[in-house]
């Protein structure tokens, strides 16, 4: 039992490059989250999945996109990665409702 | 939306003293409360959590309270010790919204 895994670790981009980062649970978990965690701030969520084939804006949803094809992954996209995108991605996943959410190891991503 | 707002944003207490962190939320639907410790480099990892239905809750030397009317909850470690330095995070999770609201984080340093 793995837990929620993402791909990759660690990542460098230039300007303008394209990426997509994988999350992966195998708890069966309704719901996913993407997060993004910068030095002093807390977590800011960019998208949520509340199901296989939905998705929902977050926080901070602008220069992302999402996907959710199967149950039990969340794909993170960046189109045109800026130097404003650089920072620690986190992937979570809960049952549906007010219960606790688990994170991945995350994502170190740097843009150049 | 929700507002999550986490004071102090460091704390330094000595071994074997407490420590306590206060969060106010804004959303009086939110219904669930978790708090997470998150290590230098590490993922967040949930320490306690409570639900609006609940005042107070206990797990060993770790504690959280929720005034429901004030729309505030706090976090309680008593007899401090090294290894609780770290990150502590608060989060509310929006009533009638699938997405959890995070503070800005408390840097808890115990002194040895």
């Known amino acids: 039992n793995a837990g929620v895994t993402q791909t990759p670790k660690f990542r460098v981009l230039k300007t303008g490059q394209s990426m997509t980062l994988l999350c992966a649970q195998d708890m069966n978990h309704e719901y996913m989250y993407w997060y993004r965690q910068d030095p002093g701030m807390g977590l800011r969520l960019i998208h949520y999945?509340?199901?296989?084939?939905?998705?929902a804006k977050g926080e901070v949803p602008d220069g992302y996109n999402v996907s959710r094809l199967k149950k039990q992954n969340f794909l993170l996209g960046l189109e045109s990665a800026a130097p404003s995108q650089t920072s620690v991605y986190f992937c979570a996943s809960s049952y549906a409702g007010p219960y606790e959410q688990y994170f991945g190891p995350g994502t170190r991503l740097t843009v150049t | 939306g929700e507002n999550v707002e986490q004071h102090p944003s460091t704390l330094s207490v000595q071994e074997g003293d407490s420590a306590v962190i206060k969060c106010t939320y804004s959303d009086s639907a939110s219904n669930y409360f978790p708090w997470y410790k998150q290590e230098l480099g590490k993922r967040p990892q949930l320490i306690i959590d409570i639900r609006s239905n609940v005042g107070e809750k206990k797990d060993q030397r770790i504690a959280v309270t929720l005034n429901k009317t004030a729309k505030h909850f706090s976090l309680h470690i008593t007899e401090t010790q090294p290894e609780d330095s770290a990150v502590y995070f608060c989060?509310?999770?929006?009533?009638?919204?699938?997405?959890?609201?995070f503070g800005s984080g408390t840097k808890l340093n115990v002194k040895p």
């Open positions: 989060a509310a999770r929006a009533g009638n919204f699938n997405k959890f609201y």
């Open positions: 999945s509340v199901g296989e084939g939905t998705t």
